[in-house]
């Protein structure tokens, strides 16, 4: 069986958690403790070199470790998930990798780093971060207004991708409220077979 390593507050493990939840694939969740830095550990450190979960270990079935969230969902999609999930045709595969490529600059710099903030106490800059995040929110407001899902006609791993933190802004004094195309999104995602939710954090500063 899949091993999955994770933390139930990562965002970035989240989005591994939940395609795994879509596409039914039988998993076990290993949890590591980033607070007390288990993922710095040489146990860990020989699984994912930079120490950041999540990571999974498909030896079981003769697959590899993978680590990177991102290529977790590629790895994922190619070996056990109906085509459409990641369709191989050029023009398609290069739209899901635009959002891919978003999901790891603008969404992990903006809305993940905001939550950061607010949630662990990291000693980023809010302001920096929510304006990063404003900015994106802008963007896929446009993208989304008569468009279904980021990459295709079909929910793809590029809508996994950008679930968790976006879901989440909130948590990081984030507003979706200005994005109606955003939260129909979202809403989407989470009405697919399957779908499960991250976790709440405490601390929820604006709805
Ligand atoms: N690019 C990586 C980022 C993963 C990442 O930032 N993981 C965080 C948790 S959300 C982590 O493990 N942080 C612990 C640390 O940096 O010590 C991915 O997509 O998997």
Known sequence: MI????H???GHSHRVELFLSLI?????LVEVDLLKGEQKGDNFL?????GKVPVIDDGSNGGPVVWDSNAILVYLARRYAKRTWYPDEPTVSAEIQKWL??????????????RLVTVFGAGY???QAKSIAYGLFDVLELHLTGRAWLADANPTIADVAGYSYIAHAPEGDVSLKPYPAVRAWLARIEALPGFIPMQKTAVVLAA
């Open 101 to 114: 490529s978003v999901a790891a600059g603008d969404i992990n710099n903006g809305p993940a780093t905001a």
């Open 3 to 6: 091993k999955l390593y994770r």
């Open 8 to 10: 139930p507050l990562s």
């Open 125 to 127: 800059d809010p302001e």
């Open 46 to 50: 020989a699984l994912n070199p930079f």
């Open 24 to 28: 039914g694939q039988d998993h076990e």
